[in-house]
């Protein structure tokens, strides 16, 4: 079996396991006891924070341990809208029609039960969030813009410095989901300009159930998960030692060996979208074609079922995915998809195809010898 998921989860780095181990039996203790089983695990959690905050260029102060990339994405929104209108009464939340369901839902929510106003940010062809878009849509009662820094369904990197900018220039929190493009993009914070920043670290080879959010200094916020005064008290719950340990080693990796794992994939994905276009009739790419992560390509073909697809190359030994994978077994388009402005016939038919670390050149080799074959199948089971 061939995994080409990389977008969906990658495998935990064995030095990151390694770093990990000690916490589950030896050093088990709570940091927020005051014994010494309690210091020891109270100072590896400082330490991780400084670690991840050396990476982001910021405070350790600024580092929030959550439990996952979703939670980062709620207690960005809920937490920073809900202050912010308490105090100045801003009740807009500005967010684009790409963003992963952990932005979406959480804006839709804060929309139907809690009073804001959600405006949805149109994007371009190739699904990205224009500064003009952001620009144009702002306004005084604007509480909070979010925009995605990598899409993971199709990739496109936005240009999230220079939204950042018009949101400071307009007084406006900015909130980033970096979840996605934390594996390969840098992350520093005052590059960046943003006040909020999201990470989740089982999409660069740390575990799963363990993110963070960056939360510039002075940025208002309230904790969504309430109880003891863990994380500076934004985040109540027992810290998950072992895991944030790993969050911030993979996470260090990620920054030390950035230009290698491009360097790495780039050129494999660069053969596969080459090879598919070329080689698949009515294929197109989806997303940006400069301006996407380096691991990453995505495709739509007309009048295939993109179920199918994925179903045909799992039998052939190929893990692969239509888009998030939150949606797997939806007959519904994305809504990614879909505001590329793609009719329906051509956005049933994605496929997304992500690679990582381990993947080989006679992998991509044997993957587009099948892909063809498979498409013209589904194609002819399609029109029986
Ligand atoms: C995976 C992902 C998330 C969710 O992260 P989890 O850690 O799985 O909760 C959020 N946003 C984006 C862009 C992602 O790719």
Not at 60 to 72: H, K, N
Not at 132 to 152: D, F, G, H, P
Not at 204 to 215: E, N, T
Request: a negative charge.
């Amino acid at each position: 079996m061939i995994y080409l998921d990389y977008a969906a989860t990658t495998p935990v780095d064995q030095r990151v396991l390694d770093a990990m181990m000690p916490y589950f039996r030896e050093s088990f203790g709570n940091p927020s006891s005051v014994h010494r089983f309690g210091q020891k695990a109270e100072a590896a959690v400082d330490e991780a924070r400084e670690k991840a905050a050396f990476v982001l260029g910021c405070r350790a102060d600024e580092v929030i341990f959550t439990s996952c990339g979703s939670e980062s994405d709620n207690l960005a929104l809920r937490g920073a809208s809900l202050v912010k209108r308490n105090e100045t009464g801003a009740n807009w939340i500005l967010t684009s029609r790409v963003e992963h369901h952990a932005v979406s839902k959480t804006a839709g929510q804060l929309e139907k039960y809690f009073d804001f106003q959600v405006k949805w940010l149109d994007v371009d062809e190739h699904g990205m969030v224009t500064p003009q878009v952001i620009e144009k849509a702002i306004r005084e009662q604007t509480a909070l813009v979010s925009v995605m820094y990598a899409n993971n369904e199709i990739g496109t990197i936005n240009p999230i410095r220079e939204i950042a900018g018009i949101c400071r220039k307009n007084k406006i929190l900015f909130h980033t989901d970096a979840v996605q493009a934390a594996a390969y993009l840098p992350v520093n914070v005052d590059s960046l300009g943003v006040d909020l920043m999201s990470l989740g670290a089982h999409k660069f080879y740390g575990p799963k159930g363990v993110g963070a959010l960056y939360v510039r200094k002075g940025t208002p916020l309230v904790s969504h998960l309430t109880g003891g005064g863990q994380e500076f008290g934004l985040r109540a719950g027992t810290q998950n030692v072992p895991y944030i340990v790993g969050f911030a080693e993979a996470l260090w990796l990620a920054n030390e060996e950035r230009e290698a794992r491009i360097a790495h994939v780039r050129p494999l994905r660069d053969k596969v979208i080459g090879t598919v276009l070329e080689s698949i009739p009515d294929s197109r790419l989806t997303g940006h074609i400069e301006a996407r992560l380096p691991n990453h390509a995505s495709f739509v073909f007309k009048d295939v079922d993109g179920n199918l697809l994925l179903q045909l190359l799992d039998s052939a030994g190929f893990a692969c995915s239509s888009g998030s994978a939150c949606k797997t077994g939806n007959p519904e388009p994305s809504e990614v998809v879909t505001s590329l402005g793609l009719s329906r016939d051509w956005a049933l038919g994605s496929l997304r195809v992500t690679l990582g670390v381990n993947t080989t050149p006679a992998e991509i080799d044997s993957f587009l010898q099948v892909l063809p074959s498979l498409v013209q199948k589904v194609r002819d089971l399609n029109r029986r």
